[in-house]
């Protein structure tokens, strides 16, 4: 337990990093992390989860990306310190979560720091971040321990089925299809990452109601 520390009731982390999040307690597994050197070079935040830690719905998605410093809420969580806090991926995933009836869902990434591509933008995270990161991710899924957890797009997806020793085959087939994982007795629900959320909608068949109606359906 001592290197995993929680915020304080004013927001701030207790650890003493005095980065603020309008998006509610941090959950920080392991303050300071230096696991990735690139990644360290990269950040300015770690992107650490937020929201009730008794949640049965928990959404992990890939990495933050550079986000915008300047935006008065929605900076991305390389600025905020907390998952999916950008204005695009971000709000659309926490409204559509809320929307399908899960206002309290937790939300977290499998990599917590944003990985550059040099140029200012966000690249994949290689195999080794994901591997070094993937125990905060298990502290995550044990300390809350829910339900359900939606995983957007296939790198988080992808990251899930590890825990299990599975490897994914076929993203967009496994997207809506429930899977039981075995390493944590919950199950999976992979989702479209919102980023192409409108372009793969229609080519798997599905309006948008349609779309919302579903997730609605597999989840508690």
Not at 1 to 16: L, Y
Not at 30 to 46: F, G
Not at 73 to 82: D, E, F, I, K, V
Not at 135 to 152: M, N, R, W
């Amino acid at each position: 337990m001592s290197e995993r520390n929680t915020e304080n009731a004013q927001g701030r982390p207790a650890d003493g990093d005095e980065a603020e999040t309008p998006f509610g307690e941090r959950f920080v597994v392991e303050a300071d992390c230096t696991r990735c050197p690139e990644l360290v070079a990269c950040r300015t935040e770690i992107s650490w989860g937020t929201g009730p830690r008794d949640a049965s719905v928990m959404v992990v998605g890939e990495a933050p990306g550079a986000g915008d410093p300047g935006a008065d809420r929605w900076r991305g969580g390389n600025h905020t310190g907390a998952a999916y806090t950008t204005r695009h991926s971000g709000r659309r995933v926490r409204r559509l979560v809320a929307a399908v009836g899960h206002p309290d869902a937790y939300y977290t990434n499998a990599v917590k720091c944003f990985p550059c591509d040099g140029a200012g933008s966000n690249r994949e995270p290689t195999a080794t971040e994901r591997a070094n990161c993937r125990s905060h991710l298990e502290t995550e899924v044990a300390e809350i321990d829910p339900d359900v957890v939606v995983s957007t797009g296939k790198h988080a997806t992808a990251t899930m089925l590890a825990f299990d020793g599975r490897e994914l085959d076929g993203f967009l087939d496994s997207v809506l299809e429930p899977v039981a994982l075995n390493a944590f007795d919950v199950t999976l629900l992979p989702l479209l990452h919102p980023s192409y959320q409108d372009v793969w909608l229609s080519r798997l068949g599905y309006t948008d109601a349609e779309y919302r109606a579903a997730i609605r359906a597999r989840l508690p």
